[in-house]
Nanobody
């Protein structure tokens, strides 16, 4: 059974940084594209960043140059380094695992709240 546990959220001032982590279990981690999503109040969930390998990453235009996704296959963990945070980055952040074979995704974890406010 796949389990995804996000952590690292919190309250940060505009211009600040946070590093989110997502620990995955129940999967062969290297066989999955790992993805970070976010959902702000009243808005649909959106894909923020994804990673297959260090040379194969993608970002939403809104976070390019500010966010960096990375993964540690030995620890079954994906990270999202968020710099130059803006109030519009306020949301619940979720990770997900997408199978590179079936393209199916796992059940959502509980997410981690990120609030950018002065």
């Amino acid at each position: 059974q796949v389990q995804l546990v996000e952590s690292g959220g919190g309250l940060v001032q505009p211009g600040g940084s946070l590093r989110l982590s997502c620990a995955a279990s129940g999967i062969i981690f290297s066989n999955y594209r790992m993805e970070w999503y976010r959902q702000a109040p009243g808005k649909p969930r959106e894909l923020v960043a994804s990673i297959i390998s260090v040379d194969n990453t993608n970002y939403a235009d809104s976070v390019k140059g500010r966010f960096t996704i990375s993964r540690d296959n030995a620890k079954n963990t994906v990270y999202l380094q968020m710099n130059s945070l803006e109030p519009d980055d306020t949301a619940v952040y979720y990770c997900n695992a997408r199978s590179l074979v079936t393209w199916d995704t796992a059940r959502w974890g509980q997410g981690t709240q990120v609030t950018v406010s002065s």
